[in-house]
């Protein structure tokens, strides 16, 4: 579902993000990439979703390279691919239905969005996102009155309302307590059971990786040095 063909990312000024990636990743896997702070874990993240370009390679996403799409056919394969952040990315003085909801937007025309229509088939898929991630309660509160982890299932519910087909959560517990953690990650881990969707998690503590996933890929400097059986992995992967 996800080809990652000898990619490499170099920043502007030199420094290398990713040195020669391999990788492919099944439907319905769940994996985790673990590697210390600077390892290339969120440059990988962001170049599959095409947040920015890369270097050298190629990424193919269901059979179309997101490298070469411009235009519709761009925005066709972002469509499925659902981003999850370490700082949740909310819209915070706005409601959690609206915030949901904005998992719609790349469905209809942008004059509608920016009116904020959505048609009720959009509302009901909403709350059945909230209801997966158990936060219905809180589709008319304000996203900036909720605990760290309400928002980070509520990010998760706007993935489901995407009716994502590829979940990518760049260190989505980094900034919570550990049963908060573990409340998002289950979550995580469910939906991937549940509706099949391809999770990959970045990570920086091995512990919880080896809780989760069940194929881990280490990186080390833009490197792959890991890449197998949550059995085989070591803590210096
Ligand atoms: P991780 O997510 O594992 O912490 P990153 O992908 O953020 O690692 O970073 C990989 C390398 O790329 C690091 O050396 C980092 O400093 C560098 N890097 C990341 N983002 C940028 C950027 N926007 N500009 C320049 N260098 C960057
Ligand atoms: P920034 O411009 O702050 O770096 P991004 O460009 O990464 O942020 O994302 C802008 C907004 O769009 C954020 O609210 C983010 O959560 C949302 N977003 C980006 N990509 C996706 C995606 N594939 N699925 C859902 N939401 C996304």
Redesign the pocket.
Known sequence: MIEINNVSKTYPGGTKGLNGINLSVAKGEFVVIVGLSGAGKSTLLRSI?R?HDITEGDIVISGSSITKATGHQLRKI?RD???I?QSF???KRTTVLRNVL??RVGYHSTLRTILGQFPKEDIELAFQALDRVNIVEKAYTRADQLSGGQQQRV?IA??LA?E?KII?ADEPVASLDPLTTKQVMDDLKRINQELGITTIVNLHFIDLARQYATRIIGLRAGEVVFDGPVEQATDDV
């Open positions: 979703n947040l972002r691919i659902g981003m952040f990315n909310l819209v904005a998992g990010a706007r993935v995407q994502a990518l």
